[in-house]
């Protein structure tokens, strides 16, 4: 692989889960057009995962992410920490936060130093992070702080077949509700929009936005929130130029002949969003964040503590995490290493 092509950093996520083996998985799988990658992470760790296991996947430690692309052919090349977790499998302890967190901070400054083209994010494990005081609510916002400010990241889980934009995320029903604004839906309409050009090449966006309310709220006599909040939000963004269909109803908008007539659907709240998306291909979702200055992708699931060091974890949600953030970032204009011409989720 040619040296100027520039590698993703994948982060280590939450050591005690699954996010080890199925780095080692993505390796072992690696295709010819498939981009090159290396791990933010321990290699001593790495190794004995793969051991224990029983994955045939050598480790090797690297120095610097441009020795990635040399390495990668014969085994997965790994940044080492400068701490070096040894976590219980199963067990997330928030001993181990301070790795976590300097795996993300290292994987995000190479991308920002231009020696990386992407961030690819392992699960982690909130609670374990929250436990030793870590302030955010979770990557998401971890990444927009990192990136500084001006950033507004909306979260995007995609899979070949369709694209959600939830626009209030982790919040309880009751609260989304409450929160639910014309300003977010305009807000991530707008970088949704600007981020199907971009970074999925699609010249003339459709979305689709949902109603709140069962049958997007039949005139105001199941709800007026579409009246109110939704409609006014869609008028906004007509008026900026974007082709934006709806308030739809959420139940008659996901099936197949619907889903040809949009690119991204925007959703009200989290569960609107991801039980399509995970219905439709629940192991090769993508979460995707939008409106960064650099690009970041995930596996589109948690960090398994139920399963990890079993060998029962699938990585295609991180394959196709790693084709996809290859993908965006020749788009924009990254020399990342090569991805295949069709990537999943787009």
């Given at each position: 692989?040619?040296g100027?092509?520039?590698?993703?950093?994948?982060?280590?996520?939450?050591?005690?889960?699954?996010?080890g083996?199925?780095?080692?998985?993505?390796?072992?799988?690696?295709g010819?057009?498939?981009p090159?990658?290396?791990?933010?992470?321990?290699?001593?760790?790495?190794?004995?995962?793969?051991?224990?296991?029983?994955?045939?996947?050598?480790?090797?430690?690297?120095?610097?992410?441009?020795?990635?692309?040399?390495?990668?052919?014969?085994?997965?090349?790994?940044?080492?920490?400068?701490?070096?977790?040894?976590?219980?499998?199963?067990?997330?302890?928030?001993?181990?936060?301070?790795?976590?967190?300097?795996?993300?901070?290292?994987?995000?400054?190479?991308v920002?130093?231009?020696?990386?083209?992407?961030?690819?994010?392992?699960?982690?494990?909130?609670?374990?992070?929250?436990?030793?005081?870590?302030?955010?609510?979770?990557?998401?916002?971890?990444?927009?702080?990192?990136?500084?400010?001006?950033?507004?990241?909306?979260?995007?889980?995609?899979?070949?077949?369709?694209?959600?934009?939830?626009?209030?995320?982790?919040?309880?029903?009751?609260?989304?509700?409450?929160?639910?604004?014309?300003?977010?839906?305009?807000?991530?309409?707008?970088?949704?929009?600007?981020?199907?050009?971009?970074?999925?090449?699609?010249?003339?966006p459709?979305?689709?936005?949902?109603?709140?309310?069962?049958?997007?709220?039949?005139?105001?006599?199941?709800?007026?929130e579409?009246?109110?909040?939704?409609?006014?939000?869609?008028?906004?963004?007509?008026?900026?130029?974007?082709?934006?269909?709806?308030?739809?109803?959420?139940?008659t908008?996901?099936?197949?002949?619907?889903?040809?007539?949009?690119?991204?659907?925007?959703?009200?709240?989290?569960?609107?969003?991801?039980?399509?998306?995970?219905?439709?291909?629940?192991?090769?979702?993508v979460?995707?964040?939008?409106?960064?200055?650099?690009?970041r992708?995930?596996?589109?699931?948690?960090?398994?503590?139920?399963?990890?060091?079993?060998?029962?974890?699938?990585?295609?949600?991180?394959?196709?995490?790693?084709?996809?953030?290859?993908?965006?970032?020749?788009r924009?204009?990254?020399?990342?290493?090569?991805?295949?011409?069709?990537?999943?989720?787009?």
């Open positions: 692989m040619p100027t092509l520039l590698p993703i950093a994948l982060t280590m996520g939450e050591p005690a889960g699954i996010g083996e199925i780095a080692l998985m993505a390796w072992l799988r690696r010819p057009t498939d090159c990658f290396y791990a933010v992470d321990s290699p001593r760790r790495l190794a004995a995962l793969a051991r224990r296991v029983g994955l045939p996947a050598p480790v090797v430690e690297i120095a610097a992410p441009e020795e990635a692309a040399a390495a990668f052919a014969t085994a997965l090349p790994v940044l080492p920490l400068a701490s070096d977790p040894e976590p219980v499998l199963g067990r997330p302890d928030p001993v181990h936060a301070a790795a976590v967190i300097e795996s993300i901070d290292r994987a995000v400054a190479a920002q130093a231009g020696r990386a083209a992407a961030v690819v994010t392992n699960p982690i494990q909130k609670e374990a992070l929250y436990a030793a005081g870590f302030p955010h609510a979770g990557h998401t916002e971890y990444l927009a702080a990192l990136a500084g400010g001006g950033v507004h990241p909306i979260m995007m889980l995609a899979c070949p077949e369709l694209r959600v934009v939830p626009v209030t995320v982790h919040r309880s029903l009751r609260a989304a509700i409450e929160m639910v604004s014309a300003e977010l839906i305009v807000t991530a309409g707008r970088i949704t929009a600007a981020a199907l050009k971009r970074d999925f090449g699609i010249p003339a459709v979305l689709a936005v949902a109603g709140l309310n069962p049958h997007a709220g039949e005139n105001g006599s199941l709800g007026s579409e009246i109110e909040i939704i409609v006014p939000a869609i008028e906004r963004l007509r008026a900026e130029g974007i082709d934006v269909r709806g308030p739809q109803p959420a139940d908008m996901f099936h197949a002949r619907a889903r040809a007539r949009y690119d991204a659907a925007l959703c009200m709240y989290h569960d609107q969003a991801l039980i399509p998306l995970k219905t439709i291909d629940f192991d090769g979702g979460n995707i964040t939008l409106g960064l200055p650099f690009v992708t995930s596996p589109d699931h948690g960090t398994a503590i139920d399963i990890a060091g079993t060998g029962k974890a699938l990585p295609d949600s991180l394959i196709a995490a790693l084709r996809l953030a290859a993908a965006i970032a020749v924009r204009g990254h020399a990342a290493g090569p991805a295949p011409a069709t990537i999943a989720a787009e």
